[in-house]
């Protein structure tokens, strides 16, 4: 699980304790500064490796689906 790396993210890229904002946003707003955090963030390093390792197939300038990584919030 990602969770650690998109808590660190949030607090590094956007000055937000994830911990507490969680409580007080909707999906909505969580979503939307999840999927645009920055290319350099760990988390998108992180599924960039996921992706590079599971489907060798892609390449580097293939755009990668803004749903990405998201079923690390499914229940």
Same mark, same amino acid.
């Given at each position: 699980?990602?969770?650690? #790396?998109?808590?660190?993210?949030? !607090?590094?890229?956007?000055?937000?304790? #994830?911990?507490?904002?969680?409580?007080?946003?909707?999906?909505?707003?969580?979503?939307?500064?999840? #999927?645009? #955090?920055?290319?350099?963030?760990?988390?998108?390093?992180?599924?960039?490796?996921?992706?590079?390792?599971?489907?060798?197939?892609? !390449?580097?300038?293939?755009?990668?689906?803004?749903?990405?990584?998201?079923?690390?919030?499914?229940?």
């Amino acid at each position: 699980m990602a969770w650690p #790396l998109v808590e660190s993210d949030f !607090q590094q890229h956007y000055g937000l304790d #994830l911990v507490d904002e969680i409580q007080k946003r909707s999906w909505r707003w969580f979503r939307v500064r999840y #999927l645009y #955090l920055p290319p350099t963030s760990a988390t998108k390093q992180h599924q960039r490796k996921r992706v590079d390792t599971e489907n060798p197939t892609i !390449q580097a300038n293939d755009k990668p689906d803004p749903d990405t990584g998201l079923e690390l919030f499914d229940d």
